[in-house]
């Protein structure tokens, strides 16, 4: 027999028997029961508490009286679960009277020892219903032939909901080392900064991504517009990405499977700087805004134009699609025009409008389609509910150039001509947005993105020419990326390439971002 208060560990922070106890508990769970019990017998350590071997004993043997004095005489241990344990036997009793045909003493103790319990009433109720219905007996009880082996079920059955009633040590929490080992592996997850890997995490060594895990390195330089950059997004599918540029065209470029960007298709017909795009969700068609002119909207696989919205004299300067690819919002910087959701042929199907709307600077819908989140030019966010119609508001203290919205449809950034990203929640929960800083903002519109595994981080242009990246939990940048010589306008990270990133800029390039070379051959 070991001594069961003997500590492990390099500080001497684990007890043994504890320990031991644990681990016979999962060779059980998984199925190894000779080694469990070798591992009792060699360690004098067994799973079952002595406390639960006596309840067992009287409750399998019938002595449900001696079980109830028991119980009574361990509430200290047992704590805020006595009463309910207590609930559990009597129930026994019950059913156990029923199927013997005593009516009346199953009714006795209903009326006296049950409802003198400190339980929720309405288990107090159903056991009544059940006592008096005699037709749907809890717990499958059945009076007839086999009642010794209904009335052994039931006994078993009440000690497996006891032993998920009881707290320890009486019994091992279950699949307890499988939540310890869990709870170590999420808090080394949640404590790596560079952490985007879907790969499952090894418990042979403590766990530490490196910066090569996220693109650092520039991969690729996309050279194919003829001025300022403006706006670069990838596709759902991350098969693609678009870019738009001051020179008046946007580009399809072909994301291939070596990881490098091939031209597509260069997107000519508009008249001025093209300004803002937004990939349909099933990535066919392609909505691209000219800078105060009309809306195109392009197939995405023969790169020809299917409509034009509006004229020269119609002014949007966003848009967003809704989940069906058939129909999308478009905001204007014309008071007057507002908020429109149009369908793929041209027609308004429902406008948010009016004079004292202030200009909308970016919207985007949720990708679950249930939110329309709205910047306006007077430092407002208005979340829109779809189903329900009902808004609510958010003021930030200084002008908002930009909005990007989570994959998982949870959380939104803005960005912010005070030299800050905000993030907050979709559902308005949050009294105060998380804080991000480090970039240069001043007087330009900068776009950011999240990206990585699960939304882990996020991406900024800068207007001192460099990409920043934030982990979401850390208000300071772990990366700062240079490459670029001039004002860096948007960011994109790939949705299904976590470690791709496209950044584009005033010096007319796109470059493409991803893991260091040693990363690379490491791999």
Known sequence: MENSSEALGSKGLINR?????IIIQCLYS???????????SESGVSYWSNEFQLLESLILNGNLGDCIDYLNSIKDVLGETAESALFLVFRQCVMEYLNCGEDALALGVL?????????????????????LSLKDRELGAVVGSGGDVVVHDLRRKLL????????????????????????????????CMYHSSSNTVSLYEDHCCSRDEIPTTTTQILTGHKNEVWFVQFSNNGEYLASSSNDCTAIIWKVLEDGKLTLKHTLCGHQQAVSFLAWSPDDTKLLTCGNTEVLKLWDVETGTCKQTFGNQGFVVSCCAWFPNSKQFACGSSDPEKGVCMWDCEGNVIKSWRGMRMPKVVDLAVTPDGEYLISIFVDKEIRILHMATNTEQVISEEHPITSLSVSGDSKLFIVNLNSQEIHMWDVAGKWEKPLRFMGHKQHKYVIRSCFGGLNNTFIASGSENSEVYIWNCRNSRPIEVLSGHSTTVNCVSWNPKMPQMLASASDDHTIRIWGPSLKKKKAT
Do not use: M
């Open 160 to 191: 497996g909901d006891l032993e998920k009633l009881f707290p320890p040590p009486i019994v091992v929490p279950e699949a307890r080392l499988e939540h310890l080992v869990e709870s170590t592996v999420t808090a080394w997850v949640d404590a």
């Open 30 to 40: 998984l199925g190894y029961s000779n080694s469990a019990s070798c591992l009792e």
């Open 111 to 131: 009326r006296k020892q049950v409802s003198a319990l400190d339980v929720d009433k309405y288990k107090v109720h159903g056991l009544a219903t059940c006592l």
């Open 17 to 21: 028997h504890e320990f031991v106890r």
